[in-house]
Structure formats: structure tokens, C-alpha cells
């Protein structure tokens, strides 16, 4: 019947069925799961017993017979508690419910990665002087042979460093390998050539054969 109900939903994807708490483990170890409908009544372990064990456990909706475990699915803080029989209708209602919940939590997570990347910086030493530089004031950076040309909102800065080194400094999440000689700021990217990226400055970058795949799926 809940398969049923899942394929009604379109943003419900079944990962798969598992007829015992030992099954659900091994499942939950190997694969990403977002949501489970959880039975209370099941073989050797129940399902409140199986999920106290678990240390991460994804968002829960318990499907039961019998109303007494309400009590312990607030403690456990499960999203939803359906009884049984559960109608669709109730079933959707539980399963929004989920969904906005994740969805909070995702904006929640990227409101903070925004908010502290806005405070990140490094320290970039020129000749004998060290500057601050905030990471969201990057635009690019450029090898030059044994240096790097880092191109910001403020200007430039030159530094004695490999670009290899420079790309594990800065967050992925952020900036992003073109070519072998230059790395980008994603937000600073606007659009693309066959052969070249188009920044929101007018500077024009070459696009390297090898990372062009990788760069255009990431951004675009």
C-alpha cells in the first residue's frame, strides 16, 4: 500500500524494502537515505528499539497499529506517526511535512555557509608585506610560473606559490579549476564560449580541454 502512495508522489523516489531491523542497518549503511517509513512491529527489534540505535538516523515516519507508541515517537522526534490503516491523504500530509522540514534545514545550512563564507579570508604575502584578502573579493587567480596573480575587487596581489596549492586553499563550494592556470570564483562566472568562460568583470578565461566537462556541469 505505501509503495502505492510513494508512486503518487512525485518527489518520492523508493530506494528499497528491507523486512527487518538487521536488514534496515546493513541498507542505511550502505545508501544516502533522506526518509523512512518505519513499522514498529517487526521481527527480533522493534521499530522504536532500532531507531534509539541508530546515531544518524534520516528523517522517520512510523507506520504502526497501535497508538500507545505515540509517546515514544515524539521523544524520538520522528517527523510523523501514521495509523494503521493509513489513508493517502494522510499519508501525503505526513510526507509534506518531511519535505519541508528538509527543505529548512537545506536553506538553514546554506544560509550559514553564505554567512561565514562573507568572513572568510587568507593571507597572501607579497614580496615582504602580508595582505588580508576576503574570499569573496576574489574574481580569479592565475599561475605564473612559479607565482600567482590573485585578481580581486581590489586589485591585484602576487604571491610565491604553486596554483595547486592555492586551489586546495580555497573552498570547492566556491571557486573552481578552469585550466591549468587559472581558478575561478563560481558566483563571478556568467556565461561561456566553446572554449573560453565569460565573467560578470568582462574578463575573458580559457576553458581547459581537460576541465571543460567537469566546469560546465558544475556550472551550467
Not at 528499539?49 to 497499529?65: E, M, N, S, W, Y
Not at 515514544?72 to 493517502?88: A, Q, R, S, T
Not at 573560453?196 to 566546469?215: C, E, F, H, M, R
Request: net charge positive; charged share 25%.
Amino acid at each position: 500500500m505505501l509503495g502505492a502512495y510513494c508512486q503518487k508522489i512525485s518527489f518520492l523516489n523508493i530506494t528499497g524494502k528491507c523486512k527487518s531491523a538487521a536488514e534496515a542497518a546493513v541498507f542505511l549503511k550502505e545508501k544516502n537515505i533522506e526518509l523512512i517509513f518505519l513499522d514498529i512491529n517487526m521481527p527480533k527489534q522493534s521499530g522504536v528499539d532500532f531507531l534509539r540505535q541508530l546515531k544518524k538516523p534520516p528523517k522517520v515516519i512510523f507506520t504502526t497499529a497501535y497508538s500507545e507508541y505515540a509517546i515514544e515517537g515524539y521523544e524520538l522526534d520522528v517527523v510523523d506517526y501514521l495509523l494503521k490503516p493509513i489513508g493517502f491523504e494522510r499519508f501525503e500530509n505526513a510526507v509534506l511535512k518531511a519535505k519541508e522540514l528538509s527543505e529548512t534545514k537545506t536553506k538553514a545550512i546554506a544560509f550559514d555557509a553564505a554567512q561565514s563564507f562573507e568572513n572568510q579570508h587568507i593571507l597572501v604575502k607579497e614580496g615582504y608585506s602580508q595582505h588580508i584578502v576576503f574570499l569573496k573579493d576574489i574574481i580569479h587567480v592565475k599561475a605564473m610560473r612559479e607565482y600567482v596573480v590573485y585578481h580581486t575587487s581590489n586589485g591585484k596581489l602576487m604571491e610565491l606559490s604553486p596554483i595547486s596549492s592555492v586551489e586546495k586553499l580555497l573552498p570547492s563550494e566556491h571557486f573552481i579549476r578552469i585550466h591549468r592556470s587559472f581558478l575561478v570564483a563560481k558566483s563571478a562566472v556568467t556565461g561561456h564560449e566553446k572554449k573560453s568562460l565569460l565573467l560578470k568583470d568582462g574578463t575573458i578565461l580559457p576553458l581547459g580541454k581537460t576541465y571543460k566537462q567537469w566546469v560546465l556541469k558544475e556550472l551550467f
